[in-house]
Nanobody, 125 residues
Framework: QVQLVETGGGLVQAGGSLRLSCAAS????????MGWFRRAPGLEREFVAA????????YYADSVKGRSTISRDNAKKTVTLQMNSLKPEDTAVYYC??????????????????WGQGTQVTVSS
C-alpha cells in the first residue's frame, strides 16, 4: 500500500518558520491532488493547503494565505509546505493527504483517501 510520510515538524517560536515535507512510498503514485490538513487540540481537522499535481495550481486556507507556500516535486513525488510567520494558533498535528479522485476544486477533506501519520507543529509564544 502507498504510504505518506511527513517530516519537518517541531517546536518553533512565534514568528519563526518551518518546512514540512511529505513523501509517497511509491514513485509511481500519481494523485490528482496532494494537500495538508491540520488538527488542533479540541478542534476539527481543517484544510491548510493543496496542490493539483498535473498543473501545480495551489490553494490555501484563509488562515495561512500569505504565510505559507505549497509546492511539489514531480520526480520525487513529494509535497512541501513552507510556513512562515508562525503563530501560536498554528499549533496542531499536520497531516499530508492525497486524493486520487475529486469533484470540487480543491477537494474537500473526505475526498482524500491517503493520509500520513501526522507531524506535530508547536508554536510557542
Amino acid at each position: 500500500q502507498v504510504q505518506l510520510v511527513e517530516t519537518g515538524g517541531g517546536l518553533v517560536q512565534a514568528g519563526g518558520s518551518l518546512r514540512l515535507s511529505c513523501a509517497a512510498s511509491e514513485g509511481t503514485f500519481s494523485p490528482y491532488f496532494m494537500g495538508w490538513f491540520r488538527r488542533a487540540p479540541g478542534l476539527e481537522r481543517e484544510f491548510v493547503a493543496a496542490i493539483k499535481w498535473s498543473t501545480g495550481n495551489t490553494y490555501y486556507a484563509d488562515s495561512v494565505k500569505g504565510r505559507s507556500t505549497i509546492s511539489r516535486d514531480n520526480a520525487k513525488k513529494t509535497v512541501t509546505l513552507q510556513m512562515n510567520s508562525l503563530k501560536p494558533e498554528d499549533t496542531a498535528v499536520y497531516y499530508c493527504a492525497a486524493a486520487t479522485s475529486f469533484y470540487l476544486t480543491p477537494p474537500r477533506v473526505n475526498a482524500y483517501n491517503y493520509w500520513g501519520q501526522g507531524t506535530q507543529v508547536t508554536v510557542s509564544s
